[in-house]
């Protein structure tokens, strides 16, 4: 996985609350094993009419917002257990996406697979929609290591909670295994005792 300690990005707003995985990547085009490709068909069933023509007023098909921050209502990532939501928001070009709640499967898969779900209350996520709201072009800063996520405009901040070990992984750009691997020295200085 690559690192991450701290991004500057725009924003790509959908503000609409109950996402669930089967919206994020339609069930029907999980039949790949590997983590590529999947970009092109997240939120497939609102961004594209049936002829594969892209819906103009879908956020993701208008060139006023780009970033690698997506910013989506309540409740996201609810429904069935899939990693292919997480592989789907990356291979689009996100690394983080925020929310004021998100489905524990989703939050679990997004933070295995290198993707950094941010918990924020429900009064700054409406900050950060007004903001853009009003300029497309607002852009946000995520400092992991400080657990913050700052409104550049304003200066408006909210501390976000994670968890220790997933933390250390993003920064460090490990996976689980990875992260066993980086122990080496330290198993193998305890098997010598």
């Known amino acids: 996985m690559k690192k991450f300690t701290k991004l500057t990005s725009a924003v790509v707003p959908l503000n609409i609350e109950n996402i669930d995985t089967d919206q994020i990547i339609p069930a029907r085009f999980l039949k790949a094993t590997t983590r590529e490709g999947f970009g092109e068909n997240l ?18 098909n208008d060139p006023t917002y780009s970033g690698q921050i997506l910013v989506a209502g309540k409740n ?13 928001i990356q291979d689009a070009g996100f690394d983080v996406v925020i929310s004021s709640f998100f489905a524990d499967i989703f939050k679990g898969n997004a933070l295995n697979n290198g993707l950094l779900p941010i918990q924020v209350s429900e009064d700054f996520l409406k900050n950060i929609f007004t903001a853009v709201e009003a300029n497309p072009n607002v852009d946000l800063t995520v400092d992991l290591e400080n657990q913050v996520v700052i409104l550049n405009e304003t200066g408006v901040s909210e501390s976000f909670e994670i968890n220790a070990y997933k933390k250390s992984c993003l920064i460090n750009g490990y996976d689980d295994i990875d992260f066993i691997l980086a122990q080496k020295d330290l198993i193998e200085e305890f098997e010598k005792k």
């Open 43 to 60: 939120f497939r069933d609102w961004r594209y009419e049936n002829d594969n023509r892209p819906k103009a007023d879908f956020v993701l």
């Open 76 to 88: 996201f990532g609810c429904g069935s257990s899939r990693e292919h939501a997480a592989w789907a």
